[in-house]
């Protein structure tokens, strides 16, 4: 408070009885204005212990918040969400690809083995021509054999059963067991197991399906 002539006569003393009770000023220029030399920054009081921990805690504190709000965020979880999605609806894909590519497969061996078993009375009677020796060079009916046959070999068609063909119960019906002695009777050179001495019918075989196994008589080696 002061009085008319502008004497202070109470409330807080003046600065000039009180001189660090004052403002504050510090030069922060890093330029000392009359060396011109660039000034060393001052290095900040070490906190106290207690202090120390306290800001270490605080700052651990906000960190940590921010690194689970991250994890925790909507838009993420929903990004994870349809990426497995995404994966689940790819490998549901290839395996109906997978499947429809089987099935297609399956559908023409069937179509081609009825059509096989069609035409097993012609094949029967194309095989017996041959035994006979009516299909010789040159005959009319030797060319429509070999077409036909050529024709269902693109379609996966392959006919079983040869004389002197190990015996394979997959693709061989035995009809007949001869000895190795009998008459008209030839077992290849060497042979140790049971072989195809005569065809009686062929069979036939579409890809790895057997249509009709070969009926064969056989015989052991002596």
């Known amino acids: 408070m002061t009085d008319s002539f502008g004497t202070q006569t109470g409330g807080a003393p003046r600065d000039e009885e009180h ?23 001052q290095t900040a009081p070490e906190p106290a212990p207690g202090q120390a921990d306290g800001d270490a805690g605080a700052d651990t504190g906000v960190t940590d918040a921010g690194a689970a709000g991250d994890d925790a965020h909507p838009d993420t979880a929903l990004a994870a969400e349809r ?3 995404m994966r689940r609806m790819q490998a549901e894909f290839v395996n109906f690809r997978n499947r429809t590519q089987r099935e297609r497969e399956a559908d023409k061996d069937r179509a081609v083995s009825s059509v096989i078993e069609a035409l097993l009375p012609v094949m029967d009677d194309i095989h017996s021509a041959r035994e006979h020796g009516d299909l010789g060079e040159g005959t009319p009916l030797r060319a429509i054999a070999d077409k036909l046959e050529v024709t269902l ?30 008459p008209g009777v030839e077992l290849p050179e060497g042979s140790t197991e049971m072989t195809v001495v005569q065809v009686i019918q062929p069979g036939f075989v579409v890809n790895d399906k057997v249509v009709r196994a070969a009926r064969v008589a056989v015989a052991d080696p002596a």
């Open 153 to 182: 070999e693109r379609f996966g068609v392959r006919r079983v059963g040869e004389v002197g063909d190990v015996f394979d119960p997959t693709v061989h019906e035995a009809l007949m067991h001869l000895p190795a002695d009998s």
């Open 83 to 85: 990426l497995e999605e």
């Open 19 to 41: 001189p660090g009770s004052g403002p504050v000023i510090r030069d922060k220029r890093r330029i000392d204005p009359e060396t011109g030399q660039p000034r060393t920054p």
